[in-house]
């Protein structure tokens, strides 16, 4: 099972970017604890981050055919891209959104999600946990 884990604009700078909102953990830390699950699972995950909206694209649009599912934090683009929407309904693979903030006790802008409607589910507000879960998530719904 190929899982593609995709990381969306300024979660690069997870760790010093506004830790009273995303924690002190940096995407390595995330990356280390989803690796960890991964092997647990018996999953093989590949990772990218991309603060462009068209490499996100381009990266949604080459998974097909190569991936079984995709997890995904959009970030920003959550909020805004209805191309990040399209490429994964052009697709159609299982993809799950997950945040790290709960988005819904945010702003109001950030309560509007573009991608859940095409998604599996989506899992917010439980720091690095989203993506753990989110993992656990997505292979058993694609194991059923
Ligand atoms: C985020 C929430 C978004 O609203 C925000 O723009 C992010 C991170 C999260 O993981 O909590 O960059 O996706």
Do not use: W
Not at 102 to 108: A, D, F, P, V, W
């Amino acid at each position: 099972m190929k899982i593609l884990v995709i990381h969306g604009p300024n979660l690069n700078l997870l760790g010093t970017r506004e830790p009273d909102v995303y924690g002190i953990f940096t995407l390595a830390d995330i990356t280390a604890s989803l690796s960890q699950v991964a092997a647990e699972l018996e999953c093989e995950i590949t990772e990218m981050q991309s603060n462009s909206e068209g490499t996100l694209v381009d990266t949604i649009q080459a998974a097909k055919g190569i991936f079984h599912g995709i997890l995904i934090n959009p970030a920003a683009y959550t909020h805004t891209s209805v191309a990040i929407r399209d490429a994964l309904s052009a697709v159609a693979l299982p993809t799950v959104e997950v945040h790290l903030s709960n988005i819904h006790k945010r702003e109001e802008f950030r309560r509007h999600s573009y991608i859940a409607p095409v998604a599996v589910g989506q899992i917010s507000g439980f720091g690095p946990d989203s993506y753990l879960l989110g993992l656990r998530a997505l292979i058993n719904y694609l194991r059923q």
